[in-house]
């Protein structure tokens, strides 16, 4: 590797931005044991290391066939369009790289001809881009849509079109061969390098075993970069979901299906607006819940389920009967159940009958699994996003599943990301996602934090719970924004809280103020950047993925220790999974994966050897609990103050 990154390797002769960092040769020289030997590899990778180069080359290097899998479609570019033509240029050894989407990016043929056929617009304004796409799309190389620049994002057209797996009938689909998936796993099936992210990644490893859903081939290592987000991508996809808009949708295709003998396409119309008729009472259970619930609850030891209780009711004769809810339940169910049986008798069904036939019946299944299921390692729960309400059983602990389905069948898995410890240990994110054996490596960053840093603590800050915290953290936030000159993201941990420190402080700056909401988030980061002094008031969205480099972003004041919400259904859930199970959740879970959180907050600040910041936590908890001092440890060593003049002083000295 030093022949490759040392001082006069190959890179130092071709990269125009090249700097000897001992970091990355350790973490590329980490990856390609790891390769060889055969073994999994987790690398906190300090920020500036070049922790890309540093998996890729000796990913080239085996000349097997390497999945790279990452969470943000920047940084899926950043290697597809930047990093790889740079190696293909310098590195003997020749390569192939395939940048994979989710299916639902590229167009289905099939679909395409059907709807050219069958209604699925729903204005004439849409006429002229379905026109356009129909023009497109027979001429595409890679039926990606992002060649259709024009195409409005949220075009309502495209669900009808795209090749998601649930509608696909694969290799029985007339257009199989002309398929872009097809051509997508082809072109994959010819390359060494295939990159993805984590969504792409974990519904292939969930449909490994059916044939209609896989997209990428076999594969010898996968290398996870920006890993901390595995866990909740994974879970996604080994649960199972029912939502309002998946039914609305079945019952969309059903009736776009072709089915040429009258009487059971009329018997198959009847059933489907029965379905839409239960489906709709069976919704209103669940309307006036919070954004977020948990539809179980439990009561001291024993498991007390309040899915029951809201389906079942007991008589006095202690038997049992259904409440409302129930009812719905079941008239929902025997209606999706009469639906199934009308689809099943048509005779001479066209092709797309088999993939609608499954999705009715995992449907059912799954209706039942979260509706009925008792297992104490889900969580089952609803959240309603605008006109949208989503049932969902999520596994509790990702471990078991992660191990058995990824960790025992790769040979290796590598794990990357700038935030991956706490306290120094990678414990934590072990066993969260059931990592039994691997090798570790923490790759130190190469900037200097103790000259381009400073850890402002504000002494006297009331509790976080005190009411007068808003008020105390108002007046610190202004006095430091006064000695940055605005030039500050102010991360929040929650909504209401940023609103409220947004009311305080904007009218007692001279400052640019923006905020979270106020436009798409590249829209709202694009202001920032071109804003001089702006001050951008956000909350969790902002805390990872956000690059800003340079003067424009000199400061970054957190209100307070990001502990996850424990009234979410899901932390919740894994809170008490771990009691339960003889663990101490706070210290076994809150702590670490807070000072995960916070580590990606400074992560905004200092983003290159050049760039100088100031960080602030006006949490006091950091230095008046036990656990503060986690915290503090898990930070790159830099300069702590207590004092607002050394900010002040900080700043002035770069004037
Ligand atoms: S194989 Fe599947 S995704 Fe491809 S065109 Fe046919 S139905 Fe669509």
Not at 197 to 221: I, M, S, T
Not at 347 to 375: C, S, T, W, Y
Not at 436 to 464: C, G, R, V, W
């Amino acid at each position: 590797m030093e022949e490759i990154f040392g001082r006069n390797g190959l890179i130092a002769r071709h990269h125009p931005e090249y700097e000897y960092r001992p970091g990355q040769v350790a973490m590329a020289e980490g990856v390609a044991e790891a390769l060889d030997k055969r073994h999994h590899l987790l690398v906190e990778a300090g920020t500036g290391i070049g922790k890309t180069l540093a998996y890729l080359v000796p990913a080239v290097a085996t000349g097997r066939r390497v999945v790279i899998s990452t969470g943000t479609k920047n940084l899926q570019e950043q290697l597809f369009y930047k990093d790889i033509p740079f190696l293909q240029s310098i590195l003997p050894r020749k390569f192939r790289a395939t940048y994979l989407k989710g299916r639902s990016n590229y167009v289905c043929l099939h679909r395409l001809k059907r709807a050219e056929n069958t209604p699925v617009l729903e204005g004439l304004e849409e006429m002229d881009y379905f026109n356009m796409v129909s023009q497109w799309a027979y001429g595409s190389q890679t039926g990606d849509r992002a060649e259709l620049a024009e195409l409005p994002e949220n075009i309502s057209f495209w669900r009808h079109i795209d090749a998601r797996s649930d509608i696909c009938i694969g290799s029985k689909c007339p257009s199989f061969e002309q398929c872009f998936i097809t051509k997508a796993r082809q072109n994959a099936l010819e390359s060494e390098i295939i990159i993805v992210n984590h969504h792409l990644f974990f519904a292939d490893l969930a449909l490994r075993d059916k044939e209609w859903g896989q997209v990428l081939p076999d594969y010898c290592a996968v290398i996870f970069d920006e890993a901390h987000q595995i866990e909740d991508v994974a879970m996604q996809y080994f649960g199972a979901n029912v939502s309002n808009f998946q039914i609305d949708d079945l019952l969309g295709d059903i009736s776009r299906l072709v089915i040429n003998d009258v009487d059971a396409a009329r018997e198959v119309t009847k059933a489907s607006l029965r379905v839409a008729r239960m489906a709709e009472n069976f919704w209103l259970n669940f309307t006036d819940m919070d954004p977020r619930s948990s539809l179980t609850t439990f009561n001291g030891g024993g498991r007390f389920v309040l899915r029951k209780q809201m389906f079942q009711q007991k008589k006095r004769d202690g038997t049992e009967e259904n409440t409302v809810a129930g009812e719905r339940y079941v008239n929902f169910k025997t209606a999706l159940a009469r639906l199934l049986g009308a689809l099943q008798v048509v005779k001479d069904a066209p092709p797309e009958m088999e993939a609608i036939l499954r999705r009715v019946e995992q449907l059912r299944f799954d209706l039942d699994f979260i509706v009925l299921g008792d297992e104490e390692t889900f969580v089952y729960w609803c959240e309603r996003r605008g006109r949208g309400i989503f049932l969902q059983a999520t596994p509790i602990d990702a471990s078991g599943i992660l191990n058995d389905r990824l960790f025992s069948q790769i040979e290796t898995v590598v794990m990357t990301s700038a935030t991956l410890t706490s306290a120094g240990s990678f414990d934590f994110i072990k066993a969260r996602l059931g990592v039994s054996e691997s090798a570790e490596l923490i790759a130190e960053s190469n900037y200097d934090f103790k000259t381009q840093a400073l850890l402002y603590l504000p002494p006297k800050m009331p509790d976080p719970r005190d009411t007068t915290f808003a008020q105390a953290a108002a007046a610190e936030i202004i006095n430091i924004l006064n000695a940055s000159r605005g030039r500050a993201f102010v991360l929040c941990t929650s909504n209401s809280q940023m609103q409220a420190l947004r009311q305080l402080v904007e009218y007692k700056i001279d400052f640019p103020v923006l905020m979270q909401g106020e436009g798409s988030r590249s829209g709202i980061l694009d202001r920032f950047r071109i804003t001089p002094n702006a001050v951008l008031f956000a909350t969790a969205s902002f805390w990872q993925g956000v690059d800003v480099r340079g003067e424009a972003l000199s400061c970054v004041i957190i209100d307070k220790l990001p502990f996850a919400v424990p009234s979410d259904p899901v932390v919740a859930a894994r809170q008490r999974y771990i009691d339960n199970n003889g663990g101490n959740s706070f210290s076994d879970y809150s702590v670490p994966s807070a000072i995960i959180t916070l580590k990606q907050g400074l992560g905004r600040l200092i983003r290159s050897a050049t760039d100088r910041g100031v960080l602030s936590i006006l949490d006091p908890r950091i230095v008046t609990k036990n656990y503060g001092q986690s915290f503090l440890r898990s930070l790159p060593a830099c300069r702590i103050s207590r004092k607002i003049e050394d900010v002040e002083r900080f700043f002035s000295e770069e004037a």
